[in-house]
């Protein structure tokens, strides 16, 4: 079964940009879509964005459309999830996981988790 491996978090002021980047550290990621998600302490474990098995498709949460944009390299086994215009609100850990379910939007039909990666924004 393929391991996530999630990196490129870190500190940016409001309005910077952070390209993080998920990579399969084993095996591949076949024909899973790959979404990431992310959590606010305290909060559940919202969906942020999704990218198909071939990267023909992409789907986003209306609250980073039009700032975020995923990415996916099958060669490389990576999906990377650039980020612009950051607001304070999207300070959580981000998590990419994988699912057969295509661009699903809820955490519980995606079967294999990253670890995670701290992404703060400051006002």
């Known amino acids: 079964q393929v391991q996530l491996v999630e990196s490129g978090g870190g500190l940016v002021q409001a309005g910077g940009s952070l390209r993080l980047s998920c990579a399969a550290s084993e095996g591949t990621f076949g024909d899973d879509a790959i979404g990431w998600f992310r959590q606010a302490p305290g909060k559940e474990r919202l969906f942020v964005g999704a990218v198909s098995w071939n990267a023909a498709s992409t789907y986003y949460a209306s609250s980073v459309k039009g700032r975020f944009t995923i990415s996916r390299d099958n060669v490389k086994n990576t999906v990377s999830l650039q980020m612009n215009s950051l607001k304070p609100e999207d300070t959580a850990v981000y998590y990419c996981?994988?699912?057969?379910?295509?661009?699903?939007?809820?955490?519980?039909?995606?079967?294999?988790w990253g670890q995670g990666t701290q992404v703060t924004v400051s006002s």
């Open positions: 996981g994988a699912t057969s379910y295509g661009l699903a939007t809820n955490s519980r039909q995606y079967h294999t």
